[in-house]
């Protein structure tokens, strides 16, 4: 079970702000063209986030050119399967991605964690399934936000509907649509990504410097594309090379992905990504 400590929340605002300045003089960059790695890791190298750093020592196996990273994604061990060691590294990804989720309290803190921990484990009814994760969260996350008010209380009820609204960034959402949550996904994405390269935002920033970006962009691609495919979105596919370069010039990449594939859907920036 993943540990009830989790790291100080961490505004994404302020991240996308910080970056915005950082990364203004840069504008090559953000169309696309590779930047030279020096130059990426002194931007990343001035945010001052805490509880992350680039600043992250790799393993050899990963910066190898054999690595693959579609296949170590891929091949990721069901939570029941994995070693003391890859449970560790696991449970402080998933610890840091709900901290990052900017939810309401340590309780919504807790149900995300364990929406990803079951969305990776293969005994649960949402393994590989982002749709019945997503459900399950928002139902849990609805009933706990129910269940510490007063159902006779109509001002109760409408600040359950805004923390509720809040939490998923959308107004209206409806049953019969099939989607799912932008921070959810982002969280995912940086599970798979994070576990194959060893650790969480940090370690996928220094992945990408050591890398290049042009590599990294390449890799990505493949690996966002493959998993979206085997969580049920193929459609998501199409868009996601356009994605991946834009979400390269952030601190939160798989945030960042993921926000770019809602950008890109049926209702674009809802705060959703429609599957199909």
């Given at each position: 079970?993943?540990?009830?400590?989790?790291?100080?929340?961490?505004?994404?605002?302020?991240?996308?702000?910080?970056?915005?300045?950082?990364?203004?003089?840069?504008?090559?960059?953000?169309?696309?063209?590779?930047?030279?790695?020096?130059?990426?890791?002194?931007?990343?190298?001035?945010?001052?986030?805490?509880?992350?750093?680039?600043?992250?020592?790799?393993?050899?196996?990963?910066?190898?050119?054999?690595?693959?990273?579609e296949k170590e994604v891929e091949g990721m061990p069901s939570v029941d399967e994995m070693t003391s060691e890859e449970e560790d590294l696991f449970n402080s990804i998933v610890e840091e991605?709900?901290?990052?989720?900017?939810?309401?309290?340590?309780?919504?803190?807790?149900?995300?964690?364990?929406?990803?921990?079951?969305?990776?484990?293969?005994?649960?009814?949402?393994?590989?399934?982002?749709?019945?994760?997503?459900?399950?969260?928002?139902?849990?996350?609805?009933?706990?936000?129910?269940?510490?008010?007063?159902?006779?209380?109509?001002?109760?009820?409408?600040?359950?509907?805004?923390?509720?609204?809040?939490?998923?960034?959308?107004?209206?959402?409806?049953?019969?649509?099939?989607?799912?949550?932008?921070?959810?996904?982002?969280?995912?994405?940086?599970?798979?990504?994070?576990?194959?390269?060893?650790?969480?935002?940090?370690?996928?920033?220094?992945?990408?410097?050591?890398?290049?970006?042009?590599?990294?962009?390449?890799?990505?691609?493949?690996?966002?594309?493959?998993?979206?495919?085997?969580?049920?979105?193929?459609?998501?596919?199409?868009?996601?090379?356009?994605?991946?370069?834009?979400?390269?010039?952030?601190?939160?990449?798989?945030?960042?992905?993921?926000?770019?594939?809602?950008?890109?859907?049926?209702?674009?920036?809802?705060?959703?990504?429609?599957?199909?």
């Open positions: 079970m993943v540990k009830k400590s989790f790291v100080k929340k961490v505004s994404v605002l302020t991240v996308l702000t910080l970056l915005c300045m950082t990364l203004s003089s840069l504008s090559s960059f953000a169309e696309g063209n590779e930047v030279e790695g020096s130059i990426l890791e002194n931007v990343l190298a001035s945010e001052k986030v805490e509880g992350i750093s680039t600043n992250v020592e790799l393993d050899e196996k990963v910066l190898s050119k054999d690595f693959d990273l991605q709900a901290a990052l989720a900017g939810l309401e309290n340590e309780e919504e803190e807790e149900l995300f964690a364990e929406a990803m921990v079951n969305f990776f484990d293969k005994n649960s009814e949402t393994y590989n399934d982002l749709t019945m994760a997503q459900a399950e969260l928002e139902e849990q996350i609805g009933e706990a936000n129910t269940t510490s008010t007063n159902n006779n209380d109509q001002e109760a009820q409408v600040s359950v509907k805004n923390a509720f609204d809040k939490t998923f960034g959308v107004k209206t959402a409806h049953a019969f649509q099939v989607k799912v949550g932008v921070k959810f996904a982002g969280a995912v994405f940086n599970a798979a990504i994070g576990f194959a390269v060893g650790g969480g935002v940090g370690a996928i920033q220094s992945f990408i410097i050591k890398k290049g970006k042009k590599q990294a962009e390449k890799l990505f691609t493949r690996t966002v594309v493959s998993r979206l495919k085997a969580w049920g979105a193929p459609k998501l596919a199409l868009a996601v090379g356009a994605c991946v370069t834009v979400a390269l010039n952030y601190l939160d990449v798989g945030t960042q992905i993921a926000k770019q594939l809602d950008k890109r859907d049926k209702r674009p920036n809802n705060g959703w990504i429609d599957l199909y």
